[in-house]
C-alpha cells in the first residue's frame, strides 16, 4: 500500500470491501469493541485489562477471569434497537460514502426493513455525524487524564500500565468531549484536539511538552 492510499482509505473502500468486513452482527459487535477499547477491556474487578470472550446471545463480551458483562452498544445509537447491526453499519457506511445523500425509501429497499424502521435509522445516524462534526469555539481546556482504578504499586498518571488514556475538552461553562486513545504520543492526540476544536480557539493545557506543537 502506498502513501497515498493510507491517507484516504474511505475512497478505496468499496461496497465489496464493507460486505467482506461485516458480513454478520458479530463482526459488527467486534468492530465496535475494537473502536471502543482499542487496547483491549479493562476489568474493574481486575484493575487490568483481561481477555474478554463474545457472549453471543447476549451482544457483549465477559471477562475471562470473573466473568463481568461488557456491552459494546451500551450510550451508542444502536444500544436495545432490534434492528441488527449490520443494517445500522450498512446504512451508516452508504451515508458516509453519499455524504449523507441516502433516502429512507433506498434503505427498506435495499435491507428490508420497514420504510418507519429506516427512517429512524437515517436519522439518527445523520444525528450522530452532525454532533462529530459540531467543533469547540471560544475557549477550551484540553487535559489527558486515564480510566480505570490505580494499580496497586503501579505508577501513576502517564506512562501507567493498563489503564486506558483519554483525551478530555472541556468548554468553558460547556459540554466535555472525551476520547479513548491508544497512547499520548503527540501523533495521537494533537489530531485529535485539531479535528475536534475549531482553528482560532484559545485552548488551555498543562504543561506536558507535546502541546507545544498545538497551533
Ligand atoms: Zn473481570
Same mark, same amino acid.
Given at each position: %500500500?502506498?502513501?497515498?492510499? +493510507?491517507?484516504?482509505?474511505? &475512497? !478505496?473502500?468499496? $461496497?465489496?470491501?464493507?460486505? @467482506?468486513?461485516?458480513?454478520?452482527?458479530?463482526?459488527?459487535?467486534? #468492530?465496535? !469493541?475494537? *473502536?471502543? #477499547?482499542?487496547?483491549? $477491556? *479493562?476489568?474493574?474487578?481486575?484493575?487490568?485489562?483481561?481477555?474478554?470472550? &463474545? /457472549?453471543?446471545? @447476549?451482544?457483549?463480551?465477559?471477562?475471562?477471569?470473573?466473568?463481568?458483562?461488557?456491552?459494546?452498544?451500551?450510550?451508542?445509537?444502536?444500544?436495545?434497537?432490534?434492528?441488527?447491526?449490520?443494517? #445500522?453499519?450498512?446504512?451508516? *457506511?452508504? /451515508?458516509?460514502?453519499?455524504?449523507?445523500?441516502?433516502?429512507?425509501?433506498?434503505?427498506? @429497499?435495499?435491507?428490508?426493513?420497514?420504510?418507519?424502521?429506516?427512517?429512524?435509522?437515517?436519522?439518527?445516524?445523520?444525528? %450522530? &455525524?452532525?454532533?462529530?462534526?459540531?467543533?469547540?469555539?471560544?475557549?477550551?481546556?484540553?487535559?489527558?487524564?486515564?480510566?480505570?482504578?490505580? +494499580?496497586?504499586?503501579?505508577?501513576?498518571?502517564?506512562?501507567?500500565?493498563? +489503564?486506558?488514556?483519554? =483525551?478530555? %475538552?472541556?468548554?468553558?461553562?460547556?459540554?466535555?468531549?472525551?476520547?479513548?486513545?491508544?497512547?499520548?504520543?503527540?501523533?495521537?492526540?494533537?489530531?485529535?484536539?485539531?479535528?475536534?476544536?475549531? +482553528?482560532?480557539?484559545? =485552548?488551555?493545557?498543562?504543561?506536558?511538552?507535546?502541546?507545544?506543537?498545538?497551533?
Amino acid at each position: %500500500m502506498n502513501k497515498k492510499q +493510507k491517507k484516504s482509505p474511505m &475512497l !478505496k473502500y468499496t $461496497i465489496k470491501d464493507f460486505q @467482506r468486513d461485516f458480513t454478520d452482527d458479530n463482526t459488527c459487535l467486534e #468492530w465496535l !469493541k475494537n *473502536y471502543r #477499547w482499542p487496547n483491549g $477491556i *479493562y476489568c474493574e474487578n481486575e484493575g487490568r485489562i483481561t481477555k474478554h470472550h &463474545l /457472549m453471543n446471545t @447476549r451482544k457483549s463480551y465477559s471477562c475471562q477471569e470473573c466473568g463481568n458483562h461488557v456491552h459494546p452498544t451500551a450510550g451508542t445509537i444502536y444500544h436495545k434497537s432490534t434492528t441488527p447491526l449490520t443494517t #445500522w453499519f450498512y446504512t451508516a *457506511y452508504l /451515508m458516509a460514502q453519499t455524504r449523507g445523500g441516502i433516502s429512507a425509501k433506498q434503505i427498506e @429497499r435495499e435491507t428490508g426493513v420497514t420504510y418507519k424502521t429506516a427512517w429512524r435509522i437515517c436519522n439518527r445516524i445523520r444525528k %450522530m &455525524l452532525d454532533e462529530d462534526q459540531d467543533p469547540f469555539v471560544g475557549t477550551v481546556e484540553v487535559d489527558e487524564s486515564y480510566f480505570g482504578g490505580k +494499580k496497586k504499586g503501579g505508577k501513576r498518571g502517564r506512562g501507567s500500565e493498563n +489503564k486506558i488514556p483519554v =483525551v478530555g %475538552m472541556v468548554q468553558r461553562k460547556g459540554e466535555l468531549k472525551a476520547v479513548a486513545v491508544p497512547d499520548t504520543k503527540s501523533d495521537t492526540v494533537l489530531p485529535i484536539i485539531d479535528n475536534r476544536v475549531k +482553528k482560532g480557539t484559545k =485552548v488551555y493545557t498543562d504543561e506536558y511538552p507535546i502541546y507545544n506543537r498545538l497551533k
